[in-house]
């Protein structure tokens, strides 16, 4: 089992920035593929960011150049650095653990509120 708890999340101003925070229970991200997704009111689950098996990152086109998603090994913790925020950046902000065969691991999340 695995516990992932997100923090840093809050009201901006557009233009502004945040850094989410998600600290897992344990060490995995040598077998776990972790990454940020948002859910905006009335919106699905969409990828914001994530790690590949192979090291490597992805993002959304929505927020390439402006989000960078990065992890500490040792603190066994994920961030997603989010610069030049819009009002469309709102939404709940979840961390995800996945590894191929098992179940996704999910925080609790953390709002975000873009606004002036």
């Known amino acids: 089992q695995v516990q992932l708890v997100e923090s840093g999340g809050g009201l901006v101003q557009p233009g502004g920035s945040l850094r989410l925070s998600c600290a897992a229970s344990r060490s995995i991200f040598s077998i776990y593929n972790m990454g940020w997704y948002r859910q905006a009111p009335g919106k699905q689950r969409e990828l914001v960011a994530r790690f590949t098996s192979g090291g490597s990152t992805n993002y959304a086109d929505s927020v390439k150049g402006r989000f960078t998603i990065s992890r500490d090994n040792a603190k066994n913790t994920v961030y997603l650095q989010m610069n030049s925020l819009k009002p469309e950046d709102t939404a709940v902000y979840y961390c995800?653990?996945?590894?191929?065969?098992?179940?996704?691991?999910w925080g609790q999340g953390t709002q975000v509120i873009v606004s002036s």
């Open positions: 995800s653990a996945a590894r191929p065969g098992y179940s996704v691991y």
